[in-house]
């Protein structure tokens, strides 16, 4: 459901020359009859780094970056495959640190902060992208991922909107950069303004795109922080249902399938056997810290995926339109939460 297919995104057809690093690295040695480049035992080095306690989810997505930009991902199709299991997979997990009760009450404090931004988002960007001369269909995505989930709201909206991978790419490209940019910068902020957690889970769910940087930055500021995001963040992800059906009216679409994001299901179900089945609270732990080394290697591979290439190929009109709606949703939703009796 949480889509990494920013990485098939159309590149510039020209083939730059290897650098002597590039070289360096990507030369293959024979290691127990297997061939193997310095470049994947640095991926493998960096991955096992992000296991462990001392690679909180921003360092794991810079660790992810830093190798996009110099040498890439060598394991760039596994990694796209592997990305969209592994965030189902962790987000279930937490779900066994979390109280049901908890999440009711989190969940009603954020229901209409959900549906007015989802609105005002999806009308804003209709107005900017037509100002910006944007397609519809690429206006309708970023639209999307920014209102409601980031990728898996494009990587499901997009079947339905009938959209090109071109515009697919674009808009999962925008999406996939401004949420990395996120993960660093709200954390700082959330401490420079004094922020109970809180209120600081809340403002992640409704202004961050993707569920991985909800929960990595959360998950940065504390525990609380992230029960309230991640409950609120996968409620918002419910929306994709009437947003797709509404989109098949609004583009006269007709025999598309509506994608249903089952994997919710199971966090709501650990949720509740975390709540009402004490005898799991020992495997539940365990869980849970599986979970959350899961999602450091979701953000290492997002990072990786992040290549120049990707970036570029995107080209600045969607980025100006993403970061608008990135910004409003943002400054509205901060202002509305500190204001808030």
């Known amino acids: 459901m949480y889509s990494t297919d920013y990485q098939s995104a159309k590149l510039p057809t020209k083939v730059a020359r290897p650098t002597r690093l590039f070289r360096y690295f990507n030369t293959a040695h024979l290691v127990f009859g297997y061939k193997v480049t310095r470049h994947q035992i640095l991926f493998a080095v960096l991955l096992m780094f992000c296991l462990t306690p001392w690679a909180s989810p921003p360092i794991a997505l810079t660790l992810g ?13 596994q990694t796209r495959t592997l990305t969209h299991k592994l965030l189902q997979f962790s987000v279930i997990g937490l779900g066994f640190g979390m109280n049901a009760r908890t999440a009711v009450a989190a969940g009603e404090e954020g229901l209409l902060f959900t549906v ?29 991922g920014t209102a409601i989930c980031g990728g898996s709201a494009i990587a499901a909206i997009g079947p339905v909107l009938r959209a090109n991978d071109e515009e697919t790419s674009v808009a999962l490209g925008t999406v996939f950069v401004l949420n990395a940019v996120a993960l660093f910068v709200f954390p700082p902020i959330g401490h420079l303004l004094a922020m109970t957690q809180n209120q600081f889970g809340l403002w992640c769910a409704i202004a961050i795109h993707d569920t991985s940087s909800v929960v990595g930055a959360a998950a940065a500021y504390g525990n609380q922080a992230l029960q309230v995001a991640t409950t609120i963040k996968l409620a918002r992800a419910l929306w994709i249902i009437p947003v797709s059906l509404g989109t098949t009216l609004l583009f006269k679409q007709k025999g598309v399938k509506v994608t249903v994001p089952y994997f919710i299901l199971g966090f709501i179900g650990a949720m509740l056997i975390n709540t009402f089945v004490p005898a799991a609270h020992p495997a539940g732990s365990v869980l849970v810290t599986l979970a959350k080394m899961g999602l450091s290697a979701t953000l290492f591979f997002i990072g990786a995926g992040l290549t120049p290439k990707i970036v570029q190929a995107v080209g600045i009109r969607p980025y100006v339109l993403g970061t608008v709606l990135w910004v409003m949703i943002s400054v509205v939703s901060l202002y509305v939460i500190l204001h808030a009796a």
């Open 65 to 77: 970056l830093g190798l996009a930009q110099f040498l890439g991902n060598p394991f760039a199709t």
């Open 116 to 144: 007015g931004s989802i609105l005002g988002t999806m009308l804003l960007g209709y107005f900017v992208g037509k100002q910006l001369k944007l397609g519809r269909r690429v206006v309708h995505l970023i639209s999307c």
